[in-house]
Nanobody, 122 residues
Framework: QLQLVESGGGLVQPGGSLRLSCTASKITLNRYVIGWFRQAPGKGREGVSCISSASRVTKYIDSVKGRFTISRDNAKNTVYLQMNSLKPEDTGVYYC???????????????WGQGTQVTVYS
């Protein structure tokens, strides 16, 4: 199964910013809903944000609204997650994945990447 590739994670202090990237070499991302998910230690995978195939609609979980922004660059076949005002509770492994369904439920997504670690430390 073809995988998406995440990058851009790292260590950051509270209030800091990171921009995550999700790309693929053999999948045209703008044909799919692309979602960002995260998994904190000892917890399940949580949908964070998703963007529609036409980029007209975005969705966020309440805890990141106003702080995170999802976007696409179709020319680069890349989806971004700009994360500002980061908090320790944002810590986790962040994944991107593709779906044909407009939802943040991880069960409908495929082509999961290996993830990128985000650690917000004080």
């Amino acid at each position: 199964q073809l995988q998406l590739v995440e990058s851009g994670g790292g260590l950051v202090q509270p209030g800091g910013s990171l921009r995550l990237s999700c790309t693929a070499s053999k999948i045209t991302l703008n044909r799919y809903v692309i979602g960002w998910f995260r998994q904190a230690p000892g917890k399940g995978r949580e949908g964070v944000s998703c963007i529609s195939s036409a980029s007209r609609v975005t969705k966020y979980i309440d805890s990141v609204k106003g702080r995170f922004t999802i976007s696409r660059d179709n020319a680069k076949n890349t989806v971004y997650l700009q994360m500002n005002s980061l908090k320790p509770e944002d810590t986790g492994v962040y994944y991107c994945a593709a779906s044909t369904v407009w939802t943040l439920s991880p069960t409908t997504y495929t082509n999961w990447g290996q993830g990128t670690q985000v650690t917000v430390y004080s």
